[in-house]
């Protein structure tokens, strides 16, 4: 009766043949096309050094007003311009400011390439059922997969740094864009739809005019989850070399320094609140001409 | 510059003749064409087949430069016939032919230009880009042309002083109410300077004083640039009131085609009949089909034959007589109408086919 007690797994020793097999084969691809693949991410990587080593060489002043200066400019609220500029000067004081600069870094690179990838991507799917019911699973497992698994093969194929840190990041914080924007484009009002058609609008004239422009609130809220989704996987991104607030938060649960780790951690809360806020009342303003409604 | 001289060409001609027109919805229309043109009902069809009958062999000429009203009630394929003139549902048989080409046979190219030049179109809940300005909404049509900026928002102003908006441009949409709104929407159509204008609808999301000011702008409007225009209503009063020639579609078949006293005098069967049964026949009823032959002695004033009988029944009580003279379009008096066959035709509405000789044997 020992079926009943035991699942009949695989054979062990077949198991073990299975899992050598696959690894040995991913080994040797890496081994062949590691140059390629990492000279097909050589501009990406020429992006993330230069991001970065513009946020750290600039004088922390020109810097601190930049930032304030996006948040105004975003936000147009006052409130929300003075919390950014509190949140910087905290960092700042309990010295975070560098560790800061450089997450900021990656996770301004990796939203932009998410919005460069996911936009359209979104978009084709939006077009195509067939598309959309072949890339929702993939968004699921690419989302619902633990961080650290995927790391594992970025790594064996481009070892330990900014590139494949990037990566990471890229993976988990994609899908939240594509399906909004899919989401957005497909929700547009079908009449207006057929008012761009009945005036003879070719089909880039119907995306730019139309589908985009109504879209955009979804849009924005795709952009919004995916900037939080990027902070939330520096820390885990740091196990693979990436530099920034993730790194002291690592050295502190290895060497038990609840402050370190407090003070890192609350950082992170502080950037990604300034992010949030700044980006969601954005989209809020861009949406401006709904809000004055007829007789209200 | 070739497809803008036929297009001018087109302009002079943009009568609108439909076919055979017939739309089957559902996965397989085709397959079931030769059944209902065989005779299969409408119901047949949706109960065993699964399948929408649309429209059903509709013929159809709109003389250029008049309104043809199509009318009927929802669910009866007044919208899809529409959407067929400009193709944005296709036909499963039949020809659509406007200003002598075959809309159903353009390529995806010509269809296109043909949307740009030939045709505009309003729609029943305005369709305007929530994201744009009065203005930017109007200029739509002529941006698409690719007509420059300059000129698009020229044109744009006109109309939007013509459909009495100015001082608006810089509004959004829901900043205005829904008569305002259509007016945009009216104004961006006519920007497009098409001699085909399709109205789907256009008026009946709004209140009933609001539509009454809006068919005047139109009325207004057509009476100058004298466009083919195309009207969808469920309003008999809005359809006598617009249109030189009505057609009433009942479950995807026209049943009634002709003038508004056509089809109040002559309803062709008892659903037209219910349809006009409470309309203003004074204000539809011309004098010509009532009048007696030679002039009264009594009349003092004259009017024309194409006036209706209010104007009749206005002009004899302002003068205090009981008869008025009817002249032709030359001023030849030709007839006379007294206030008793005037308010006999006014007010007589059942039994209008039964004339004295219908009258049951003794």
Not at chain 2, 220 to 240: G, N
């Amino acid at each position: 009766m020992e079926w009943l007690t035991e699942f009949p797994a695989m054979d062990k020793s077949a198991l073990r043949a299975l899992k050598k097999s696959i690894d040995g084969g991913f080994r040797a691809w890496t081994r062949e096309n590691g140059d390629a693949v990492e000279a097909f991410f050589e501009p990406i990587k020429q992006m993330l050094i230069w991001s970065e080593k513009f946020l750290l060489n600039t004088p922390w002043p020109i810097i601190l007003l930049g930032i304030v200066g996006i948040a105004w400019f975003a936000s147009r609220s006052w409130k929300i311009t003075l919390m950014t500029f509190v949140t910087m000067v905290l960092i700042g004081y309990f010295d975070m400011w560098d560790n800061t600069m450089r997450t900021i870094s990656i996770m301004l690179v990796s939203t932009f390439v998410s919005i460069v990838l996911g936009i359209p991507i979104g978009i084709a799917m939006s077009k195509s059922d067939k598309l959309q019911s072949a890339v929702t699973p993939v968004l699921d497992v690419m989302q619902t997969m633990p961080g650290f698994v995927y790391l594992i093969p970025v790594v064996m194929l481009l070892g330990i740094g900014k590139v494949p840190g990037l990566l990471a990041v890229v993976i988990y914080a994609i899908p939240p864009i594509i399906r909004l924007t899919n989401l957005g484009i497909r929700m547009v009002d079908k009449e207006v739809l057929e008012a761009a058609d009945a005036f003879g609008s070719s089909a880039w004239q119907r995306l730019k005019n139309v589908q985009i422009p109504l879209a955009m609130p979804t849009i924005m809220a795709g952009i919004n989850q995916t900037i939080m989704m990027a902070l939330a996987l520096v820390v885990i991104a740091s196990m693979i070399g990436v530099k920034g607030l993730g790194q002291p938060v690592l050295q502190a649960i290895a060497n038990q320094y609840f402050t370190l780790g407090m003070f890192n951690g609350l950082a992170i809360v502080g950037v990604a609140i300034i992010f949030d806020r700044v980006s969601q009342a954005y989209g809020k303003r861009l949406q401006s001409h709904s809000e004055v409604v007829h007789g209200k | 510059m070739g497809s803008k001289a036929t297009a001018d060409m087109d302009k002079k001609n943009s009568s609108v003749e439909i076919r055979g027109l017939y739309k089957i919805f559902g996965k397989r229309p085709q397959h079931f064409l030769q059944a209902v043109k065989d005779g299969m009902s409408k119901q047949e069809l949706q109960e065993q087949h699964g399948h929408v009958l649309g429209l059903k062999d509709i013929n159809l000429t709109m003389e250029a430069g008049s309104i043809q009203v199509v009318m009927g009630l929802s669910g009866s394929g007044k919208s899809t016939l529409i959407r067929h003139i400009n193709r944005l549902i296709d036909p499963t048989a039949g020809e659509v032919i406007v200003g002598g080409q075959d809309v159903c046979k353009m390529n995806k190219r010509t269809l296109r230009d043909f949307r740009r030049h030939e045709t505009a179109m309003v729609f029943q809940k305005f369709a305007l880009l929530p994201h744009r300005t009065v203005i930017n909404n109007v200029v739509y049509g002529l941006e698409v042309q690719g007509v420059p900026r300059a000129r698009q928002e020229s044109e744009a102003r006109r109309w939007i002083d013509r459909v009495g908006l100015s001082g608006f441009e810089d509004n959004f949409p829901n900043q205005l109410s829904g008569g305002m709104q259509q007016r945009v929407g009216l104004a961006r159509a006519l920007a497009n300077d098409a001699p085909l204008l399709l109205m789907d609808e256009a008026f009946s999301a709004l209140d009933p004083l609001i539509r009454m000011d809006m068919q005047s702008v139109l009325l207004d409007l057509q009476s100058e640039l004298k466009k083919t225009i195309v009207f969808i209503t469920h309003d008999v009063d809005e359809a006598l009131r617009l249109g030189d020639r009505i057609a009433i579609l009942r479950d995807g078949e026209v049943i009634q085609e002709g003038t508004g006293q056509d089809i109040v005098l002559e309803p062709a069967d008892e659903y037209i009949q219910n349809f006009v049964k409470d309309v203003n026949r004074g204000r539809v009823i011309l004098t010509e089909s009532v009048m007696s032959d030679g002039p009264h002695e009594d009349a003092v004033a004259e009017i024309n034959i194409s006036d209706h009988l209010e104007t009749a029944a206005r002009s004899m009580s302002e003068d205090e007589v009981a008869a008025v003279n009817i002249t032709d379009d030359d001023g030849k008096v030709v007839g006379h109408l007294d206030m008793e066959s005037t308010v006999a035709a006014i007010v007589k509405q059942e039994d209008r086919h039964t004339t004295p000789d219908d009258k049951p044997a003794p």
